[in-house]
């Protein structure tokens, strides 16, 4: 159970101005009539509001704003909500991130997207079969109810926990028409990659008592088995655990087989050595990301940018793979189809790596 002083500590004055200093960096763009110009304008006289409402349990989200922003559906807080929401997510990190399982790597201190690739290149020599997925719309598929309920196993406050319930029963504004949400989380809202990491704790400790490895990314999860009879029980205790939590795999994702015939995990392709290459879905994203920011009118420096950090993602990961002193292949194949928008910023940005 965590502190019950919790709520003291989200009101606080060095948790608020933390928060009010990320939402002025992440809204620095926003429209100049968005509300977040109020909100700096008036920080010092919004502040103490805010504080009070906390503490007094009276603190209540207004509606959330939904756009579609290409594939996505995103939900946009009001300032002052997205200020509050990351205060929670700030002080609910720092005391539940430690208590959770070190196999969910997103989480902050268990090591991230490298961590999880690192240790799935150590042990792939080790087993000979794979298990790989995901969860199908994992944030839309959350239940409120379990959710809410695996809250409540570690925080007793009961202004913070009215607080989650607002920010899981939240009402959206689209177009006009206002809707209660009764199931999933806020996509794109700072305390949900946390709610997201708790929900499949379950998961997590079901699988460390296999003795399998096994490792997870948000929703993404790896189960290496040296036999195949362990490794259908593996995938039974899986299923039966995300049966519990109602929510399902996605078919297309989902692989069960030899580790040889190769699987891609957080964007990479690993067979039997380790990493091999590039999963074909992640270099068709960058070249559609890089020609869409060339058709909105981005200049090469900002295209050459985006392109600068992916291929230091590309280098970043094959350092850590086993094949990092014989394999060459994947940054000459991602620059050919990367095509003209990628020449482009390799002749007018000087930095851009050759």
Known sequence: ??????????????????????????????????????????WREIK???????????????????????????????????????ALAIVLTRHLAPQMPKTCHHLAGNGGEMAAVRRLCQEIPGNAFVFRSDVKSYY?????EILFAQLKQHVADGHLLDLLWQYLRRTIYDGGQYEDVKQGISLGCSLSPLMGALYLTPLDERMAATGLFYV????????????????????????????????????????????????????????????????????????????????????????GDYVRRWWQWVRTGLAVSTLEDSVDGPLPFAAAVLGKSFRLCQSRCRWFPR
């Open 1 to 42: 159970m965590l502190p019950t002083d919790l709520m003291a500590e989200i009101a606080s004055s060095e948790v608020l101005d933390q928060a009010y200093l990320w939402l002025c960096d992440r809204r620095k763009d926003y429209s100049p009539n968005n509300d977040v110009w109020t909100l700096r304008w008036r």
């Open 48 to 86: 103490p509001q805010v504080q009070q409402g906390l503490l007094s349990g009276s603190y209540r989200f207004a509606a959330v704003e939904r756009f579609s922003s290409g594939e996505d559906t995103l939900e946009i807080w009001s300032s002052q909500d997205a200020l509050v929401l990351k």
């Open 216 to 303: 997870r990314f948000m929703d993404d999860w790896v189960v290496l088995a040296p036999t195949r009879w362990k490794l259908r029980a593996a995938v039974q205790c899986v299923n039966q655990t995300l049966a519990e939590l109602q929510v399902r795999q996605h078919p297309d994702k989902t692989f069960v087989g030899r580790i040889s015939r190769g699987f891609d995990f957080l964007g990479y392709r690993f067979s039997a050595p380790g990493i091999v290459g590039i999963a074909k879905q992640t270099v068709e994203r960058c070249v559609e990301r890089t020609n869409r920011l060339y058709e909105q009118g981005a200049d090469a420096v900002r295209i």
């Open 140 to 144: 839309a598929s959350i239940d409120h």
